[in-house]
């Protein structure tokens, strides 16, 4: 702005050796992301300035530069405008002065907002139901975390105890939670509801239940490993085989996906009775001649009919991955994206078109970040040195905002600090 003063007050006075003084700025051509079904993998982590398609400022400066050609040829030929141009360059200055003085605001990043410690002590899982409320789930203890606000939390009887984890939980609302255990090493699973404010089990269902959709109070489904279950507000009935993950979108409406070994590249709708299969193996990673991999669909979320999505994984040794996206949109599946590492543990809607995929591998994990085309590394508050965190309890939107939350557990390795699991809030 300053500068544009400087420039006007010499045109006023050498108005040839002004145009000739002064030398275009460079610009930066913007990165230009094309529309595909087939998207090689990009990484890069979230927050670094030389990200394609990041504005850099050359554009800005392109803009204010013709700008002022077009200032500078209303001088030339208009002197009752000179007047006018300089009041408006005065006007500049203190403008500029003034955007100086403001704070650039604070990018959204995730956040540690809850921190427990102790042998064997993490959060299972998360579950957000507002702003300022939510449960974190802890695993082999006889409490839950209810988030009372934006920054405090309070312990609450649960029944769990040693032994007892907490493998999935979600909400219709702030009173109509439900959260399922696994009491059995995979073998059974408690469903667990908040009634008037205390942690009730309603039944016992059998095999590990990994996802949940809680679409009313009373309009609940449990995808477990050996039966899928829905509960009308009186009775859990078994109705479908088990899976690995699922999604619902009403009480006679659902996806599942497969289950280890053969099926576990088919995904299957159900609705209304009828049922229609699809086999994805062909837009999963390819499997290798090594065979230390294991190419499956790992989870699928269904916002409509119209509109499903389905995470895949390589199942490479160790590592995990390749990570792929598929979206079906009520014809046909397409890959959209695809990243070269990781487990991936479920997946959330980020509030703005794009997907939280919590990822773990030996030794560590990270958050992924899906959006348009292209899934990115999220920065996590960092661990100490010979730490590694591993976001295992999965990520939960806060209803109605972009903003998320999401659970992680930091291993020690050589001379790190002892375990600890943290809530991490993205906004």
């Not at 040839?16 to 700025?25: D, G, L, N, V």
């Not at 975390?145 to 040693?162: D, Q």
């Not at 032994?163 to 979600?170: E, F, H, I, P």
């Not at 997946?347 to 990115?376: E, Q």
Request: proline share 5%; charged share 15%; aromatic share 10%.
């Amino acid at each position: 702005m300053f500068r544009i003063c400087a420039v006007l007050a010499i045109e006023l006075l050498e108005p040839r050796k002004a145009a000739e003084s002064i030398a275009r700025p460079g610009s930066t051509a913007g990165f230009r992301e094309g529309d595909f079904t087939e998207v090689p993998a990009r990484y890069h982590v979230a927050g670094n300035q030389s990200r394609p398609g990041g504005v850099l400022g050359g554009g800005m400066q392109d803009a204010g530069w013709e700008g002022l050609l077009v200032k500078r040829r209303i001088l030339r030929t208009s002197p009752v405008l000179l007047g006018l141009s300089l009041a408006s360059a005065a006007g500049l200055a203190v403008a500029s002065a003034a955007w100086a003085a403001t704070t650039p605001a604070r990018l959204p990043s995730w956040h540690v907002v809850e921190t427990v410690t102790g042998p064997g002590q993490d959060f299972g899982a998360v579950v957000a139901t507002g702003p300022a409320s939510g449960w974190a789930f802890v695993d082999n203890a006889s409490y839950a975390y209810e988030r009372t606000g934006v920054t405090t939390w309070k312990k609450v009887p649960f029944p769990g105890g040693h032994g007892v984890s907490v493998a999935a939980a979600a909400a219709a609302s702030a009173s109509g939670v439900w959260a399922f255990t696994d009491i059995g090493t995979g073998t059974r699973s408690e469903a667990v509801e908040l009634v008037r404010g205390k942690w009730t089990v309603r039944t016992t269902l059998g095999g590990y239940v990994g996802a949940v959709s809680v679409l009313a109070a009373r309009n609940v489904w449990a995808f477990g490993s050996t039966a899928t279950y829905h509960y009308d507000g009186s009775t859990w009935a078994k109705v479908a085989r088990g899976s690995l993950g699922g999604a619902a979108l009403s009480a006679s409406d659902y996806w599942l996906t497969g289950t280890y070994g053969p099926a576990q590249t088919i995904v299957t709708h159900v609705k209304n009775g009828t049922k229609v299969t699809f086999n994805l193996a062909g837009l999963l990673p390819a499997k290798t001649k090594t065979a230390l991999d294991d190419p499956m669909v790992a989870d699928i979320y269904a916002a409509s009919d119209t509109n499903v999505y389905v995470i895949g994984n390589g199942g490479t040794q160790d590592a995990g991955g390749p990570v792929v996206i598929l979206h079906y949109d009520g014809h046909a599946w397409t890959k959209l994206a695809s990243y070269g590492m990781g487990d991936p543990s479920g997946f959330t809607p980020d509030g703005a078109g794009g997907l939280w995929i919590p990822v773990g591998w030996a030794g560590g994990g990270t958050i992924l970040h899906y959006s348009r085309g292209t899934i990115t590394a999220a920065a996590l508050p960092r661990p100490g040195n010979d730490e590694s965190t591993d976001p295992g309890g999965g990520v939960s939107r806060i209803p109605g905002t972009t903003q998320a939350l999401a659970t992680t557990i930091t291993f020690p390795s050589g001379n790190g600090t002892s375990l600890y699991s943290q809530v991490l809030q993205y906004g």
